[in-house]
């Protein structure tokens, strides 16, 4: 008797262990549709593109990637400098994103030799460390027609106003 009690208080706090979880939690946003997709802000003059891909796991939580490539005007293709691979969700107008694995297509950040493809590294890798970010790290964003508005308030004065501050991404076909 009381063994099966202990397994029905087992099997409760189990049910509201996964009931409670973050990607279906009420006081995250719902994902809006037009997020979906793939972005790209294209920086010529730098010969930088940077891409966005979203996608839905449920109504409020989501996968994104996140890709900082560069080409110099002799280059055929893009390399891949900085990547990243994150689960996030939407509270207000800001992206929250959790980034489980960074990637490069650098063999060291501070040498000039390139992998043929992105080599990804999670937390457990010694290499993680080389991409370093603030914990609350949160994308502020506005969807207007199709086009992405990225905003960081880099120098902390509470505005948008400053250079390099939005970055507009277009919706790829």
Known sequence: MKKNRI???FTI???FVAACNKDD???FDIIPDDLVGAWTNYVSEDGVEN???FEKNNERSGNLEYYW???DSEAESYITLLAAKATFVVKDNMIIPTVKQWGSQLIEFDEE????EIRWYTINEEEWEWFEIEDDFTIT????NDQLIIKEDMNDDGDYNDEDEIAIYVRES
Do not use: A, G, H, T
């Open 69 to 71: 490539n560069y080409r």
């Open 13 to 15: 706090l189990l049910f």
């Open 51 to 53: 891409r966005f891909i």
């Open 113 to 116: 030799q390139l992998l043929d």
């Open 141 to 144: 964003f506005e969807l207007i």
């Open 7 to 9: 397994l029905m208080v």
């Open 25 to 27: 939690d009420p006081s």
